[in-house]
């Protein structure tokens, strides 16, 4: 799940509704009931919405400690380059959006990073990324009932 939201290009398959989150929720399901199968034990659907929610939680936190060490690496000021994104593709910015901008310039000239931003991030991710990790553990428990299911009716 960190994996697919750090590494460049990779991390393109996020666009498509946070996919890679829940591919690390529908990974992590998978191997639990790998793992569950040996000791002849069933998975439920409470494992798996807590199975999503941890690896989202972990998964959120590296990824926002990996982004704020970057920053802090990067020479970059990203303020700087977002600004002249919008004004090149004509999007016009209100003056209370410029504030914030430049507060954030502020900041990322001071510390090398915005702390405030780094904030607002990190708060996010322990949101979505849980969120997402257990929409796709619960597609990985649904799909994995669905087969037993399907194979005992066989039987």
């Not at 793992?35 to 959120?60: H, P, R, Y």
């Not at 994104?85 to 990073?113: C, H, N, Q, W």
């Amino acid at each position: 799940m960190s994996a697919i939201s750090i590494v460049p290009l990779l991390n393109f398959i996020n666009l498509l509704c946070c996919a890679g989150i829940m591919i690390g929720g529908y990974v992590g399901v998978v191997y639990y009931n790998k793992e569950c199968v040996k000791f002849n034990v069933n998975i439920t659907n409470k494992d798996a919405v807590f199975i999503g929610l941890l690896s989202g939680l972990l998964s959120g936190v590296i990824v926002s400690g990996f982004t704020i060490l970057t920053a802090m690496f990067s020479d970059l000021n990203p303020m700087v380059e977002t600004t002249k994104m919008l004004s090149e593709m004509g999007i016009p910015v209100t003056p209370e959006a410029e504030e914030i901008i430049k507060k954030f310039s502020m900041e990322f000239d001071k510390y090398g990073f915005s702390p405030t931003l780094s904030i607002v991030t990190f708060v996010l991710n322990l949101i979505i990324y849980p969120v997402f990790g257990m929409f796709g553990s619960l597609i990985s428990y649904s799909l994995i009932v669905g087969k037993k299911n399907l194979h005992n009716d066989n039987v």
